[in-house]
Nanobody, 133 residues
């Protein structure tokens, strides 16, 4: 059972930066797709960034392209979301999610950021980000 723990959320001003971390309990995430989801009250979670685990290929939503970066540690137990040029609409809860049920590039991230939330088996508790204008 893979466990995920997010950290790094907090309060930032518009234009500022935050770095979110996702720590995984498994020592090997080579075949694991990992994603960051953003959720605001009353709306569904939306994937904004993910990494295809088998080929370490990142994907970013248009809303964060050029502002956010998703990276994975060489040891593969950490995934970070670097958030720059923050906007008030970035406010919300950010969840780290992972899935290791598919082999190679057949996981949810390889399918695109529109993969439904149930395609990710493991979830963290979330971390709150608030961006003030």
């Amino acid at each position: 059972q893979l466990q995920l723990v997010e950290s790094g959320g907090g309060l930032a001003q518009a234009g500022g930066s935050l770095r979110l971390s996702c720590s995984a309990s498994s020592a090997n995430l080579d075949n694991t797709d990992i994603a960051w989801f953003h959720q605001v009250p009353g709306k569904q979670r939306e994937a904004i960034a993910c990494i295809v685990g088998s080929i370490n290929r990142p994907k970013l939503a248009d809303s964060v392209l050029g502002r956010f970066t998703i990276t994975r540690s060489n040891g593969r137990r950490m995934v970070w979301l670097q958030m720059d040029a923050l906007k008030p609409e970035d406010t919300g809860t950010y969840f780290c999610a992972a899935d290791d049920r598919a082999y190679g590039t057949n996981g949810p991230c390889a399918s695109g950021l529109g993969a439904p939330v149930n395609k990710y088996k493991y979830w963290g508790e979330g971390t709150q980000v608030t961006v003030s204008s």
